[in-house]
């Protein structure tokens, strides 16, 4: 397990088991270095003042490395990628258009068009312009064929996106926000099965992982 209790361990987790948090776990088993978890409670420890200077926003998840703060599931997968390169999570730099664009539709217009299904937020059609997923049903049939495209999101490696991006699948299939497709079941399948993820899950899950 890569968590360890060392306070001197120079990055730290700040999360909470139901929540994006997950995502982040799940990046930082795949980058297999030591961090140091702290668990926060929505209502208490995620508001308190000693939290809030780190995020003033009050949410989880967020890293601190080496003292620099990092918030946000899509960034935090992009800078661990990034700051530890001997995990091999990031494609080399000129091979990384796909790479990003997956990363960031799926930050952007997929998570926009899901939280606005889920809150009955309708659009009018000539307002489509202004947001960037135009339709729910253009965005889920663009993600689609894309994780249908290769083996994983930005070819045939593995990386960051795919945790950024399978998260976003695994979830949105199992609680309803996403339709269950041919193409997401098989790409989801593959995230699944690999061996940080479930650690991941087995240490979110744990009796007693609740702050």
Request: hydrophobic share 40%.
């Amino acid at each position: 397990m890569s968590v360890t209790e060392s306070p001197s361990c120079d990055l730290v987790f700040y999360t909470n088991p139901y929540s994006r948090g997950q995502i982040v776990r799940w990046m930082l088993e795949e980058v297999g270095v030591p961090y140091r978890q702290v668990l926060l409670d929505y209502d208490t420890t995620m508001k308190a003042p000693e939290y809030l200077q780190i995020n003033p926003m009050g949410k989880v998840p967020a890293i601190v490395h080496k003292g620099h703060v990092v918030t946000e599931c899509a960034a935090i997968c992009a800078y661990l990628a990034d700051a530890f390169p001997a995990a091999g999570l990031a494609p080399p730099t000129t091979e990384r258009a796909d790479y990003y664009r997956w990363l960031f539709f799926a930050a952007g217009p997929l998570e926009a068009a899901v939280i606005d299904r889920n809150l009955n937020v309708t659009v009018p059609d000539d307002k489509r312009r202004m947001v960037g997923y135009g339709t729910y049903e253009q965005t889920v049939d663009v993600m689609a064929s894309a994780v249908a495209r290769s083996t994983y999101i930005a070819g045939e490696r593995f990386s960051a996106a795919d945790v950024y991006v399978g998260s976003h699948l695994i979830w949105g299939v199992q609680f309803g926000s996403l339709p269950k497709r041919p193409e997401f079941d098989a790409y989801t399948a593959r995230l699944l099965a690999r061996p940080a993820y479930q650690k991941a899950q087995a240490i979110d899950l744990a009796p007693g992982s609740q702050a």
